[in-house]
């Protein structure tokens, strides 16, 4: 992941955290969707993800009922499309898809050039008018030298207690913060990753950036809502993280 310097300079980690790096888009329940589109998608995007499976998903479902909209938990199967190493994938589902980078993340520049294809590839397979949600998602993976860890040395995101000379064998940390007066929202969560004793502590962060209003992103908005969404979780990640932290992950120009 970018950090931003106050001259304004873009670098990046050596050492970067990421593990998975994710975007997701729904479609309104109301949306036509048939079996068509499946194909007619991996065949747009097959030159970039060509190892194609079925996935069987759990879904909710929602209809209109008498009054109220009705919901309907079933399952359904996903078409997966992913490169040989699996390291990127596309999912496709009823009213939904997604893009999907692993380690080693390729850095944003590489993620907007896929989002674009995939948008292109759904919106040219069927009539893309507005999202019920959207939502990018990083989450990232810290391996810490001490296996008893002081947590403000590392994380300024964190549980605050008043007490002092305190270490952190476990932890669990969840905040929700809201952006552009409630229609999207941010949810950050930290927590340890379980480790064999005396073995050095391992901890997650995981920020999700989502589209909290239906349908208040349309079609020809949702990348320049992407890049939003991915500008706030840059600064997100970098107040959350202290200057030790950032020594560990290293810095290249």
Known sequence: MSRRIDE?????????????????????????????IYGSVYEKLKHLFPNKKDIPMRNIEFSDGPGELQQKIGFSTHMQISTEDNNRLVRIGPKVFLLSLKSPYPGWDEMKRLLSEVLEAVGTSVELRAFSRIGLRYINVFELP???VELQKYFNFRPIWPWVDLVTSEVTANCLFNYKEGRDACRIIIADQKTEKG???SFVLDLDYFLKKPEAVKTDEAL????????TIVDLFEGSITKDTRNLLGVSQ
């Open 224 to 231: 320049p809502w992407v890049e939003e969404a991915h500008e």
């Open 8 to 36: 304004g300079v873009s670098t990046k980690y050596s050492k970067p955290p990421i593990v998975e790096a994710v975007c997701e888009f729904r479609l309104p329940f109301n949306m036509k969707w048939d079996l068509t």
């Open 199 to 201: 073995k050095p502590s």
């Open 146 to 148: 001490d296996s008893m």
